[in-house]
């Protein structure tokens, strides 16, 4: 399947996409899509900016080049900014004050640039390779940025990850892990070539914060304390849907 341009197209589960939809009602604040594969995270970076455009709103990407192009939108690329001072450039540009902006660089860079925006009021959306939720919070918690600082400004972070599908033929439920989530195994088969793999799944995951939660939650030690946290919260893991 093509990535479709907008997100009610996406095969998301219906508690998914509500999910998604009442983490954008909130005004402003930090929305972070990870996915390991550039093209996918990327579309559904450009599919979140196309919610909040109902042909209204005011949309600026920021992008090394852009994913394609929207006529509607103000989109700069990398090579735009003049090289003797690009923070001013881009000083002047935050200046118009969007309704919804796209950061795509090293997270090293682009937070920096999306935090002050978002304490503006702005609604920022930041592209990130990583697999799912928890390697974002771990990676926000390295950057020695303040939990409530985060707390106030993270609605959500959304994830999408293509995996292979256990064949139909031979697939059987295994033991439910420590959350009570069942998990299914394929042992191979002939139909499936003894691969136990068919087709291609799509995985999504979300994270949608309230206010204090995630102050809690970067607390924990490690990525798979991280990630019971997460799953206790009931929304869906890439790390879960993967069983």
């Not at 990535?3 to 005004?27: M, N, T, Y």
């Not at 450009?46 to 509607?72: C, M, S, W």
């Not at 409530?148 to 031979?170: N, Q, Y």
């Not at 499936?192 to 939650?217: W, Y």
């Amino acid at each position: 399947w093509r990535f479709p341009a907008l997100l009610s197209g996406w095969p998301f589960e219906p508690r998914l996409h509500e999910g998604v939809r009442r983490a954008l009602e909130r005004p402003g604040g930090l929305v972070i899509v990870n996915a390991p594969d550039e093209d996918r995270r990327r579309a559904l970076a450009y599919a979140l900016l196309a919610e909040l455009d109902p042909g209204l709103n005011k949309i600026l990407t920021l992008e090394r080049h852009a994913f394609r192009r929207v006529p509607e939108w103000t989109q700069v690329e990398e090579g735009d900014l003049p090289v003797a001072d690009p923070d001013h450039a881009l000083e002047l540009l935050l200046k118009q004050r969007p309704d919804g902006l796209l950061l795509e660089g090293p997270a090293d860079w682009a937070l920096p640039t999306a935090l002050p925006a978002v304490l503006q009021g702005m609604r920022v959306i930041l592209d990130m390779p990583y697999v799912d939720a928890a390697d974002v919070l771990l990676h926000l918690r390295s950057l020695d940025l303040p939990p409530p600082l985060l707390d106030r400004t993270v609605r959500m972070v959304i994830s999408v990850a293509s995996l292979p599908g256990l064949c139909p033929e031979c697939r059987r439920p295994v033991e439910e892990d420590e959350e009570g989530d069942p998990g299914y195994e394929s042992t191979g088969c002939a139909a499936c070539d003894m691969t136990g793999e068919s087709g291609e799944v799509l995985v999504p995951g979300l994270f949608a914060p309230d206010t204090g939660s995630l102050r809690r939650i970067l607390r924990e030690a490690d990525g798979s304390s991280l990630l019971t946290m997460i799953g206790r919260r009931g929304e869906p893991t890439i790390r879960r849907a993967a069983r």
